[in-house]
T-cell receptor
Framework: DSGVTQTPKHLITATGQRVTLRCSPR?????VYWYQQSLDQGLQFLIQ???????AKGNILERFSAQQFPDLHSELNLSSLELGDSALYFC???????????????FGPGTRLLVL | AQKITQTQPGMFVQEKEAVTLDCTYD???????LFWYKQPSSGEMIFLIY??????QNATEGRYSLNFQKARKSANLVISASQLGDSAMYFC????????????FGTGTRLLVSP
């Protein structure tokens, strides 16, 4: 158990809908990262938040947004869903995330999203 | 831009034998970190081992060791005494050189351990 929690584990929804994925980082970690794992794109970084502020952005679609709350949990919002958004969405956390030193990211169990 | 290459889509190994999973990387950043993660069929991503570019010695964690050859830009994962529970996808990853912590992943290698 990495200490990172994600809910829900599975989500089935229809095209055009909006969903929210939730993540709680390990105790003491200030950074939260979101990754998408799909069959055609592999594992891709979406976005990072550090202590409530957006820190880095990757291949995140405009239909997707995220935020990190004062208690450090994070939510990833996916709207106007398309079939191609079906994927496994991971949240990861690390202690810091803003300095030069490389940090290990610990991943949550993921949320498996299926868009029908 | 960084790139991680895992050329072995699948590997087979017998229980109790050692296996090496290949990973090569490309970066112009002198300071970088390399990671290996394991993804069982249940889907979670499990951190296995880390190697920093300035580390003098190869990283080891229990049955996992990293064969780090900087000049060749390779960071192969060695699993000793394979167990049935080692059957999983294995991903090599590198920290991005932009200074942020985001990880760039390879395509993975599926390892099957047979009795």
């Amino acid at each position: 158990d990495s200490g990172v929690t994600q809910t829900p584990k599975h989500l089935i929804t229809a095209t055009g809908q909006r969903v929210t994925l939730r993540c709680s980082p390990r105790s003491g970690d200030l950074s939260v990262y979101w990754y998408q794992q799909s069959l055609d794109q592999g594992l891709q970084f979406l976005i990072q938040y550090y202590n409530g502020e957006e820190r880095a952005k990757g291949n995140i679609l405009e239909r997707f947004s995220a935020q990190q709350f004062p208690d450090l949990h994070s939510e990833l919002n996916l709207s106007s869903l398309e079939l191609g958004d079906s994927a496994l969405y991971f949240c990861a956390s690390s202690v810091g995330g803003t300095g030069g030193a490389v940090e290990t990211q610990y991943f949550g169990p993921g949320t498996r999203l299926l868009v029908l | 831009a960084q790139k991680i290459t895992q050329t072995q889509p699948g590997m087979f190994v017998q229980e109790k034998e050692a296996v090496t999973l290949d990973c090569t990387y490309d970066t112009s950043d002198p300071s970088y970190g390399l990671f290996w993660y394991k993804q069982p069929s249940s889907g979670e991503m499990i951190f296995l081992i880390y190697q920093g570019s300035y580390d003098q010695q190869n990283a080891t964690e229990g049955r996992y060791s990293l064969n780090f050859q900087k000049a060749r830009k390779s960071a192969n994962l060695v699993i000793s005494a394979s167990q049935l529970g080692d059957s999983a996808m294995y991903f090599c990853a590198m920290r991005d050189s932009t200074g942020f912590q985001k990880l760039v992943f390879g395509t993975g290698t599926r390892l099957l351990v047979s009795p």
